[in-house]
Nanobody, 121 residues
Framework: EVQLQASGGGLVQPGGSLRLSCVASGFTFDDYGIGWFRQAPGKEREGVSCITSSGGSTYSAGSVKGRFTISRDNAKSTVYLQMNSLKPEDTAVYYC??????????????RGQGTLVTVSS
């Protein structure tokens, strides 16, 4: 059974930080790029950041560039999203999925359940 389990969300004040984790199982993790996506109420789904299978290349959306950093540990089948300088507009459900990495993050094949991030004072 394929699983992508996201965790690490929560309530944080503007300017604060969170680190999300995505633990994968049930498929050959090293063969896949992984992306973080988010969905806020009333807004389109957005590809936030994604990383190639080797970790050698990443992409981040302009809305988070310089604030969010994606990384992966293939030995642990885990992808991380370090989120700094959080803003209220970052509030959304964040989920991880397998993805193609290029001029954006293209979700494909597998998607996990999300974790809610709320940025509010």
């Amino acid at each position: 059974e394929v699983q992508l389990q996201a965790s690490g969300g929560g309530l944080v004040q503007p300017g604060g930080s969170l680190r999300l984790s995505c633990v994968a199982s049930g498929f050959t993790f090293d063969d896949y790029g992984i992306g973080w996506f988010r969905q806020a109420p009333g807004k389109e789904r957005e590809g936030v950041s994604c990383i190639t299978s080797s970790g050698g290349s990443t992409y981040s959306a302009g809305s988070v560039k310089g604030r969010f950093t994606i990384s992966r540990d293939n030995a642990k089948s885990t992808v991380y999203l370090q989120m700094n300088s959080l803003k209220p507009e970052d509030t959304a459900v964040y989920y991880c999925a397998t993805a193609d990495v290029g001029f954006g993050c293209l979700e494909k094949d597998y998607r996990g359940q999300g974790t809610l991030v709320t940025v509010s004072s």
